[in-house]
């Protein structure tokens, strides 16, 4: 089986998302939390790695119990400097992000990584919207709604959207329609 997990990257939490590469179907989503609520820099990169692994390994351990060959690729969003108006906070904590992805990739043990830009795969398109052009693709298959694990908090759901939509947007499944006029 080849496993695409797709990654929203946070400090302290990670949108993730596991689509079979075979079929296109998303098997789960979720976010998980990095115990290490305060630290920075490598420890924190290690504590969310292992988290966002722990994830991915509670839906792998029946595969690779029942014997199946796992191959794992790993494609994330990849930490964007924009120009100082446009810019949302401090440009240094983007290091952070990356070095996140790069423990989770090696924790996972995948076998090739990938990095989109988030213009490239939502491009400029309100936050909101994305998120039901998001939820819009899941309904062309329903049983993939069920597989999304949201956190309580709504403020941090769409970073799993965003997983989601990141794997959607690697399958070639959250590719814009056009609608013709009649």
Not at 74 to 92: F, H, I, L, M, W
Not at 124 to 142: F, Q
Not at 143 to 148: A, P, Q, S, T, Y
Request: overall charge neutral; aromatic content about 4%.
């Amino acid at each position: 089986m080849r496993l695409l997990v797709a990654l929203d990257p946070g400090l302290r939490e990670c949108g993730v998302a596991l689509f079979d590469l075979d079929t296109g179907e998303l098997l789960v989503a979720g976010m998980p939390t990095n115990f290490e609520s305060k630290a920075r820099g490598l420890a924190a990169w290690a504590s969310m790695a292992t988290a966002t692994a722990a994830f991915v390994s509670s839906f792998l351990e029946p595969l690779r119990a029942a014997g199946e060959a796992v191959a794992i690729v790993v494609v994330s969003e990849c930490p964007q400097v924009y120009t100082a108006g446009k810019s949302k906070g401090d440009p240094n904590d983007l290091i952070e992000l990356a070095g996140v992805v790069g423990r989770v990739a090696g924790a996972l043990g995948a076998t090739s990584e990938r990095s989109v830009l988030p213009r490239e795969w939502k491009g400029t398109l309100n936050g909101d919207v994305m998120v039901e052009r998001i939820k819009s693709r899941l309904d062309e298959r329903p049983c993939e709604h069920l597989r999304v694990q949201l956190p309580r908090a709504q403020d941090k759901q769409h970073n799993v959207w965003d997983a989601v939509g990141i794997g959607l947007h690697v399958l070639g499944r959250l590719v814009p329609r056009k609608v013709f006029p009649r």
